[in-house]
Nanobody
Framework: QSQLVESGGGLVHTGGSLRLSCAAAGFTFHATAWFRQAPGKEREGVAC???????QRYADSVKGRFTVSRDSANTVSLQMNNLAPEDTAVYYC???????????????????WGQGTQVTVPA
């Protein structure tokens, strides 16, 4: 079974917004991050949030447009504004369920992964 479940993906026009949510089951958030994988490309880190120390980090491609935050005790979200076709990808939530002060855009940092949610921004 999955420990993380993403929701909120969809199709939005250029310049539009979406909010992705990530719900945890059976563990407490510590280090969290969002990754994405576009067709024909490698998975890349988008944003991270450490809920213990509030540290945040964003990829240059989304800085100033995306914001990661905690919505509740067991959910985090990614607010995506001013979307562009280059943002089209499957977005994944990832988390480390133990005390960890890191905020890294590296896959190896995270133990739990969601199944992904599709975000499409037509050209």
């Amino acid at each position: 079974q999955s420990q993380l479940v993403e929701s909120g993906g969809g199709l939005v026009h250029t310049g539009g917004s979406l909010r992705l949510s990530c719900a945890a089951a059976g563990f407490t958030f510590h280090a969290t991050a969002w990754f994405r994988q576009a067709p024909g490309k490698e998975r890349e880190g988008v944003a991270c949030l450490n809920v213990d120390n509030e540290r945040q980090r964003y990829a240059d491609s989304v800085k100033g447009r995306f914001t990661v935050s905690r919505d509740s005790a067991n959910t985090v979200s990614l607010q995506m504004n001013n979307l562009a076709p280059e943002d089209t990808a499957v977005y994944y939530c990832a988390a480390t369920p133990w005390d960890d002060n890191s905020c890294m855009l590296k896959e190896s940092t995270y133990a739990y992964w969601g199944q992904g949610t599709q975000v499409t921004v037509p050209a």
